[in-house]
């Protein structure tokens, strides 16, 4: 089974509205972590936001939000006021605390700015 | 401070010969990983070490080798290159262990093998 699960191979969100990119997880572990990395044409891996299973408050950096919704096993990425840099992949990623730690991907999802 | 760094940047290797993807990190982590990403797809995690002298397989580990002779170099090894392992290479670290811990990746080696 898919541990990660991003069901939006591609999105495309107007220049200056807000978007959400989907995120599903699974794991039996009480402690694990969530993460969002960006990913443009360029290449490298850029880290954007974390969320903790015990936290209670979703997490917020700047403009991008973490929707958390822990009983439906859900991490959505929110990116508000988008921005022709937005374009790029987006990829949700777990850490288990039983499962050695392992940062596991989902397949990631294309976002599309348009002007 | 560099972070993670890999060389080379690409890469075009013929079927069956080698090379090694150099890795190495100025921030003193202890945990170290090579992932690959094929076209499109996310990243799979091939080895990783928790530290120097120790290593082990993660998910898709076949035709690859490392070795982790101090904590800031982390080579990956390909012997007896084939077009499957065509892709981009990401070596990261990260210096807790700890599932709260973002991983710092590096800018990624492009390779093909024709």
């Known amino acids: 089974a898919q541990k990660i699960t991003q069901t939006q191979p591609g999105m495309f969100v107007q220049e200056k509205e807000a978007v959400t990119l989907d995120c599903t997880y699974d794991t039996s572990d009480q402690s694990y972590g969530l993460f969002w990395y960006k990913q443009p044409s360029s290449g490298e891996m850029i880290f954007l936001i974390y969320?903790?299973?015990?936290?209670?408050q979703n997490a917020t950096e700047g403009r991008y939000s973490l929707n958390f919704q822990k009983a439906r096993k859900s991490a959505n990425l929110v990116i508000s006021a988008s921005q022709l840099g937005d374009s790029a992949m987006y990829f949700c990623?777990?850490?288990?605390?039983?499962?050695?730690?392992?940062?596991?991907f989902g397949g990631g999802t294309r976002l599309m700015v348009k002007p | 401070n560099a972070g993670v760094t890999q060389t080379p940047k690409f890469r075009i290797l013929k079927i069956g010969q080698s090379m090694t993807l150099q890795c190495t990190q100025d921030?003193?982590?202890?945990?170290m990983y090579w992932y690959r990403q094929d076209p499109g797809m996310g990243l799979k995690l091939i080895y990783y070490s928790v530290g120097a002298g120790i290593t082990d397989k993660g998910e898709v580990p076949n035709g690859y080798n490392v070795s982790r002779s101090t904590t800031e170099d982390f080579p990956l090894r390909l012997e007896l290159a084939a077009p499957s392992q065509t892709s981009v290479y990401f070596c990261a670290s990260e210096g807790s262990g700890f599932y709260n811990s973002p991983l710092h990746f590096g800018n990624g080696t492009r390779l093909t093998v024709t």
């Open positions: 969320q903790g299973s015990y936290d209670e």
């Open positions: 921030m003193n982590h202890n945990y």
């Open positions: 990623a777990m850490r288990e605390d039983n499962a050695g730690n392992m940062l596991t």
